[in-house]
């Protein structure tokens, strides 16, 4: 007699017990202690449940960080449309950065300092402008050039060096700290405003 198809709940039921498996391994042995089997034996199913649920490994640790990520972006989007006035703007969006790492560390840290062990495959990359912080930080850029009120250059570019001076701010402090250096917030807070002055025109 065929088995009876798992319903919508319990699909639900089971992605999240993988999900909590990952999660649990990754809190308590980071990245590199994360691996198909080992997620399997913590949730007492097989690897191929895994795969049929989210395709692969990376699929599974990347749904750990999607939802909270989908309230972030929406953050993002009510910041953009909040300030009308592109260097503004771009101020309320690099400070909105900064807040997530202060608010929320853990995701912080989960979603946007992960650094992929060689072991794990390296996703296929899209431009930049398919991810919605930096495409707002590119529209606001945009915006400013046209304008007359930011530096001219390549929008997407002049993104990038925004974007990584104030998370470098954020990471040094969390990477290097056995160093003396300044708080996450305060380091990232001043480079939002050498960042914004020096795109000014």
């Known amino acids: 007699m065929p088995r009876t198809p798992a319903t919508e709940a319990q699909r639900d039921a089971a992605r999240r017990h993988l999900q909590k498996a990952a999660a649990g391994l990754y809190a308590e042995l980071g990245a590199t202690g994360v691996s198909a089997r080992a997620v399997a034996e913590r949730a007492n199913v097989s ?7 989210f395709g692969s490994l990376q699929g599974l640790m990347q749904s750990l960080w999607m939802q909270p ?21 771009l101020r309320a969006l690099l400070e909105a950065y900064v807040d997530v ?10 979603a946007f300092l992960f650094v992929r062990p060689a072991a794990l495959p390296t996703p296929e990359r899209g431009p930049l402008e398919t991810a919605v912080f930096p495409s707002l930080l590119v529209a606001a850029i945009r ?28 990471a040094l402090p969390v990477n ?3 160093l003396q250096l300044d708080a996450t917030g305060c380091l990232a807070g001043d480079m939002v405003g050498l960042v914004v002055d020096g795109l000014a025109s």
């Open 69 to 89: 990520l989908e309230g972030i972006n929406a953050r993002f989007e009510q910041v953009a449309a909040a300030v009308p006035e592109p260097l503004p703007r």
């Open 101 to 110: 790492a202060r608010a929320r560390p853990e995701l912080y840290r989960g």
């Open 176 to 178: 290097f700290d056995r």
């Open 143 to 170: 915006d400013g050039q046209a304008q007359g009120a930011m530096r001219e250059g390549d929008p997407v570019r002049l993104a990038q060096l925004a974007w990584a001076g104030v998370h470098g701010a954020l």
């Open 47 to 53: 690897v191929g449940t895994i795969y049929s649920y």
